[in-house]
C-alpha cells in the first residue's frame, strides 16, 4: 500500500508504516502544485532584490549579512555543511526514516519554496531504501532538529553518509547511485528548507504514541490477570464507580478491565469473600492507568497536529494570505517566525516520561505483591516458586523492574533546561529531540517492566487452584485467559531454578510488537481501548 503525504493528513500509523513496515509513499498532484506555486515565489523574491531571510541573508547571529546573487546558492551548500555536526551514536533505521517521511510531508504544505525535483529524490530515498547516517545528538530542538537534518540532507547532495537497505555506510554519492538516483545542487532558500524543521522530534513522537499505547494497553492486561490470580476485585472497574469521576482514560481502562475478566471463574469465586479491599496498586488500575491514557493522548493530539504543519522558516505564502485586512495593504509573502521551535512537543514528551514512569511504578508494585511473602496471598508461595530458600524463584525480575522504574525517575526534564545559542540570538530552546530520546528510553524500559508483570502473573496463575476460595480448577476471563496463554506460548513455567534474563527478554517483546494487542483482540474479537 503506497502512503501518500499531502501535508495535511498524516497520521501516526503513517508514520509506522513507512518507518517499520517499508510501505512505499508517493506525492499527490494537488500537493506537487502548491509546491510548485511557493518555488515560484521564491524566484519571484529573488528577482525583487528585497532582503529575505534565508534566501538571501546569512543565518542566526549572521542575519545582518546580506548575500550577493551570485553566492546565494553557495550560501545554502555552506549552510548544510556546517549544520552536519551531529555527535553519538547513529539514529536507528527506523528514525531515520520517520525522519524523512515527516520531512517529506512537511515540504508538501507547499510553504517551503523548494522545488520538486528535492521532493521527490527524498521519496526516492524512502522508497529504495537510502538511509542518510545521522549522529543522535546535537538538535536542541530550535531552529528545528538541525543538526540531525542536516545529516540527511548531506545525502542529497551527494556528501555524507548513507546505508542502502542496511548496507554498511556508502558515501552519499555512492548510496545514491546504488539506487539510481542523483543527488541535487541546492538553490536559494532550500538548504534551510531541508534542515529547519522538528522532524527528528515529531517522527520519535509519533512512534512514541504507537508504542506507548501497546504498553498501556498490554499494562491493562496484565494489571487484569495480577488481579485475577491475587484473588483481587473487578468491583472497582465498576462503571457506576467511573461514572460519577467521568475522566476518559479512566473509564477506558475500567472497560479494560471488565472486558478482560469477564466470565472469569476466578473472580467469581471469591466474590464474596472476607477482604474489603486491595491494595492500591490493585484497586487504583482504572484512576492510574486512566491518567497515564490521558497524558498519551495530550501527546498524541500535539503530534497529529506536528505531523501536518509547515515548520521551517521562514515559510512562503501567497501574497493575498498575509495580506493586511485593516489596511488593505499586502505584506511580505516570506514571513520569518518560530513555527520550528519544538516547545509544543518538548512539554508534552517531558509529561509522557513522567506518566509512564507511574504506569512502570504501579506495575513494579504489582510485581512486589506477586513475589513478596511478606504481602503476598497465602496461595502464592514465596517468589513464586515451589521450594523456596533453595530455589529463588521470580525474585531478581522485581529488582531489575525496580531498577528501571528509577531509571526513568532521573530522566523527563529535557524542556525545562534552555542553554542560549548562535550568540545569543537564538536565546531560548525546546531541548525536544532529547526530550524525545528521554521519552524513547522511558518507553522502553515500561515494555520490560510490563513483561516482568506479565512474567509474574502467569507464573501466579499455576498455583490459582490452591487458593481456598477455589474449588478445584476455575477458567480465566476470555481475555486474561489469552494473555496467559500469551505469555506460555513463549515463557514456561517455573519449577525450578534457571537464567531468566531470556524470559524476561521474550515477555517484554510481546508488549513491544503488540502480541498482547493480537492475543486479546483474537479471544475478545475486539481490541482493547
Request: proline fraction near 5%; charge should be negative.
Amino acid at each position: 500500500m503506497t502512503v501518500e503525504f499531502d501535508g495535511e493528513t498524516m497520521t501516526v500509523g503513517d508514520v509506522v508504516a513507512v518507518a517499520r513496515e517499508d510501505e512505499p509513499v508517493a506525492v499527490p498532484e494537488a500537493a506537487r502544485e502548491r509546491i510548485r506555486a511557493s518555488r515560484e515565489r521564491v524566484e519571484d523574491v529573488l528577482d525583487s532584490g528585497e532582503t529575505v531571510y534565508g534566501v538571501n541573508t546569512g543565518f542566526g547571529e549572521l542575519v545582518d549579512q546580506r548575500i550577493p546573487r551570485e553566492d546565494i546558492d553557495q550560501l545554502q551548500l555552506n549552510l548544510v555543511r556546517s549544520h552536519a555536526s551531529g555527535v553519538g551514536e547513529e539514529l536507528p533505521r527506523e528514525a531515520v526514516r520517520a525522519m524523512l517521511a515527516t520531512r517529506i510531508n512537511a515540504l508538501a504544505k507547499g510553504y517551503s519554496g523548494v522545488r520538486e525535483r528535492v521532493v521527490d529524490l527524498l521519496v526516492g530515498m524512502v522508497n529504495w531504501g537510502v538511509h542518510p547516517v545521522v549522529p543522535a545528538q546535537g538538535s536542541l530542538g530550535a531552529s528545528g532538529d538541525l543538526a540531525p537534518l542536516a545529516h540527511v540532507a548531506l545525502v542529497l547532495i551527494g556528501e555524507g553518509e548513507a546505508r542502502v537497505d542496511g548496507s554498511e555506510p556508502l558515501p552519499g554519492n555512492e548510496a545514491l547511485a546504488e539506487a539510481d538516483l542523483d543527488p541535487v545542487a541546492l538553490k536559494a532558500k532550500e538548504g534551510l528548507a531541508l534542515i529547519n524543521g522538528t522532524q527528528l522530534t515529531v517522527g520519535l513522537a509519533a512512534l512514541l504514541v504507537h508504542d506507548a499505547g501497546r504498553a498501556l494497553r498490554a499494562a491493562d492486561a496484565a494489571g487484569a490477570l495480577t488481579t485475577e490470580v491475587t484473588m483481587g476485585t473487578t468491583a472497582t472497574s465498576t462503571p457506576a464507580l467511573q461514572e460519577v469521576r467521568p475522566h476518559d482514560g479512566q473509564q477506558a481502562s475500567a472497560r479494560n478491565v471488565r472486558r478482560l475478566t469477564e466470565g472469569s471463574e476466578i473472580v467469581e469465586a471469591h466474590r464474596n469473600c472476607d477482604r474489603v479491599q486491595d491494595a492500591y496498586s490493585i484497586r487504583c488500575l482504572p484512576q492510574v492507568h486512566g491518567a497515564v491514557r490521558d497524558a498519551l493522548v495530550h501527546l498524541r493530539d500535539a503530534v497529529e497536529v506536528e505531523l501536518n504543519s509547515a515548520t521551517d522558516n521562514p515559510l512562503v505564502f501567497d501574497g493575498d494570505r498575509v495580506a493586511d485586512r485593516a489596511s488593505g495593504t499586502e505584506t511580505a509573502a516570506v514571513l520569518s517566525g518560530g513555527n520550528f521551535h519544538g516547545e509544543p512537543l518538548a512539554l508534552r514528551l517531558d509529561y509522557l516520561v513522567t506518566a509512564v514512569t507511574e504506569l512502570a511504578a504501579i506495575c513494579e508494585r504489582r510485581v512486589d505483591r506477586m513475589v513478596n511473602p511478606n504481602v503476598q496471598e497465602p496461595h502464592l508461595p514465596p517468589f513464586l516458586v515451589e521450594g523456596s530458600g533453595l530455589q529463588s524463584g521470580l525474585m531478581i525480575p522485581q529488582y531489575a523492574a525496580a531498577a528501571l522504574v528509577n531509571e526513568n525517575r532521573a530522566i523527563g526534564r529535557a524542556a525545562a533546561d534552555n542553554t542560549p545559542v548562535s550568540g545569543n540570538q537564538e536565546d531560548h530552546v525546546s531541548m525536544s529531540a532529547q526530550a524525545a530520546m528521554d521519552a524513547r528510553r522511558a518507553v522502553e524500559n515500561l515494555q520490560t517492566v510490563v513483561g516482568i508483570e506479565l512474567l509474574c502473573a502467569a507464573q501466579a496463575a499455576e498455583f490459582v487452584d490452591r487458593a481456598p476460595e477455589v474449588e478445584g480448577e476455575a477458567a480465566h476471563g476470555a481475555g486474561t485467559a489469552a494473555v496467559y496463554e500469551g505469555v506460555r506460548e513463549v515463557v514456561p513455567p517455573l519449577d525450578a531454578d534457571r537464567p531468566l534474563y531470556e524470559d524476561v527478554d521474550r515477555a517484554a517483546a510481546l508488549v513491544a510488537a503488540g502480541v498482547i494487542d493480537d492475543a486479546v483482540e483474537g479471544a475478545l474479537g475486539e481490541s482493547l481501548e
